[in-house]
């Protein structure tokens, strides 16, 4: 039997909650990149395979599958051993489906409305009101983890997944505080201890975090250089709190005109 193909970048959130997903399950995908920068997803061969031009798609057999939450339930339903990332059980299902709404009506849609008009349009918007409204999920967050480990309760599902991605991508830029959101960081570094993180996630993450920082530099008339770095630094004590290899959290203490010069 052929393997299902993905579509995908690893720069992607979504896709790369389908990788989580698919590596949870011990499900081997043949993997088409698609280089999003380029217009790739564009193309009208793509556009015959998944009219709304979006990554993740995935093409398993005759079926053709698109949305990453729909996709992880598909490859769960399909493959898994057993139910647990997408219980069977009404209200467990019902809690992990909010869970991926939740991701995709607020965390990825504020990470979109942050990220997208920088990355494709030109745009050097990356002010506190668009951070703050991305923080505001982790207050949610907080409480969804205030007396569980994982997102839907004690056992991990598609919906750890999905918002694991989305908040691994932006949370260099919007800053997860460690006293106002420590279950939210717990989480991470319980995420972050799974087998297949690094491969499957955190590359990706830094691929995108790393091109949202080039991208605004050039916006703003200005390479993304180590003397930038440099700058920055002279201005402000910067701390980036790493565990297991994973970037939790970036505290920032700027100088006041640093500040106003900077974040406009």
């Not at 205030?146 to 694991?164: H, R, W």
């Amino acid at each position: 039997m052929s393997k299902p193909v993905l579509y995908y970048a690893k720069l992607s959130p979504p896709a790369r909650a389908v990788l989580l997903t698919a590596k949870a399950i011990d499900l081997e995908l043949e993997l088409k990149p698609i280089n999003l920068m380029k217009g790739e997803h564009l193309t009208p061969e793509f556009i015959k395979i998944n009219p709304q031009h979006t990554i993740p798609t995935l093409v398993d057999g005759d079926a053709v599958v698109y949305d990453s939450h729909a996709i992880c339930a598909y490859l769960v339903e399909k493959y898994a051993n057993d139910d647990q990332l997408y219980p069977k059980d009404l209200v467990k299902r019902a809690l992990v489906d909010a869970r991926l709404h939740f991701d995709s009506g607020h965390l990825f849609a504020r990470l979109r409305f942050l990220y997208e008009p920088i990355l494709y349009y030109g745009s050097t918007d990356c002010s506190m009101d668009k951070i703050a409204y991305i923080q505001k999920c982790y207050e949610i967050m907080e409480q969804f983890l205030k007396t569980e480990p994982y997102l839907c309760g004690d056992v991990m599902t598609i919906g750890d997944f999905c918002c694991l991605a989305t908040v691994t991508s932006v949370n260099e830029v919007a800053p997860i505080d460690e006293f106002k959101f420590p279950n939210v960081l717990a989480w991470l570094t319980r995420m972050a201890e799974l087998p297949y993180y690094m491969e499957t996630n955190e590359e990706g993450a830094e691929e995108l975090k790393n091109l949202f920082k080039e991208k605004l530099a050039e916006n703003r008339g200005a390479k993304w250089t180590v003397a930038n770095e440099v700058d920055a630094k002279a201005s402000s004590i910067q701390v980036t709190v790493k565990v297991g290899g994973l970037k939790l959290f970036k505290l920032r203490i700027m100088a006041l005109e640093y500040a106003k010069k900077n974040l406009k």
